[in-house]
């Protein structure tokens, strides 16, 4: 079975700084996807940024990156010029490839922005 | 643009009792999937759906059950209700495909007392 780790249950960060968040997770696939998504005090789950196992491009949405490791099986997000409203739990998540498209979510990293 | 409506948003029930959750996918999407979030939790997969039929099973207890309808909608039955059930219940709904992602309905808060 899948599994995806999150080390860092909470971080801060000063608005308008870099921070990173990591996950890692365990597959024996080839082909999956990867996910962060941002869940806010009102509890909506709102995806920021996916990737593709078969892409060695890094994915990138505004402020938002990942740094994909697939060797490593590492999947971190780099939020640029933090802002107040990024104050969420962030979630990674894994789908496999195959015909099987449920989310495993690791247990989420508390982000604080601090003005 | 439309979004996955789920309903009701909040539920009160007594122990042993029975819910009924509803939900409403983004239109022309054809497959749903139920989700638990318990308090301080990450969500777990219940059971998911695609045309009509069951498509995957995940952490769903036996007292669970749950169908997708005819225009796509799904509901999710829960019976001999226990106050480990109180949790937020997520829906989200996708196009059938690997690139297609999850939309996330807002969840329905289910308290058991």
């Known amino acids: 079975a899948q599994t995806v780790t999150q080390s860092q249950p909470e971080m801060s960060v000063q608005e308008a700084e870099t921070v990173t968040l990591s996950c890692t997770y365990d597959?024996?696939?080839?082909?999956?996807?990867l996910f962060w998504y941002k869940q806010p005090p009102s509890r909506q789950m709102i995806l920021v940024i996916r990737?593709?196992?078969?892409?060695?491009q890094n994915a990138t949405e505004n402020r938002f990156s990942v740094n994909f490791q697939k060797a490593a099986k590492s999947f971190s997000l780099k939020i640029s010029d933090s802002q107040l409203g990024d104050t969420a739990m962030y979630f990674c998540?894994?789908?496999?490839?195959?015909?099987?498209?449920?989310?495993?979510f690791g247990k989420g990293t508390l982000l604080t922005v601090n003005p | 643009a439309a979004g996955v409506i789920q309903s009701p948003r909040h539920l009160i029930k007594e122990k042993r009792e029975t819910a009924t959750l509803k939900c409403y996918p983004i239109?022309?999407?054809?497959?749903v999937y139920w989700y638990q979030q318990g308090p301080g939790q990450d969500p777990q997969f219940l059971i998911s759906?695609?045309?009509?039929?069951?498509?995957d099973k995940g952490s769903i207890p036996d007292r669970f059950s749950a169908q997708q309808f005819s225009d796509y909608h799904s509901e999710l039955n829960m019976s001999s209700l226990e106050l480990g059930d109180s949790a937020l219940y997520f829906c989200?709904?996708?196009?059938?495909?690997?690139?297609?992602?999850?939309?996330f309905g807002p969840g329905t808060r289910l308290t058991v007392l």
């Open positions: 989200a709904s996708s196009l059938y495909g690997g690139l297609s992602e999850q939309f």
């Open positions: 597959t024996s696939e080839n082909n999956y996807y």
């Open positions: 990737q593709e196992a078969y892409k060695q």
């Open positions: 998540a894994y789908r496999g490839g195959g015909s099987n498209y449920k989310l495993t």
């Open positions: 239109p022309r999407h054809d497959t």
């Open positions: 759906f695609y045309e009509k039929m069951q498509s």
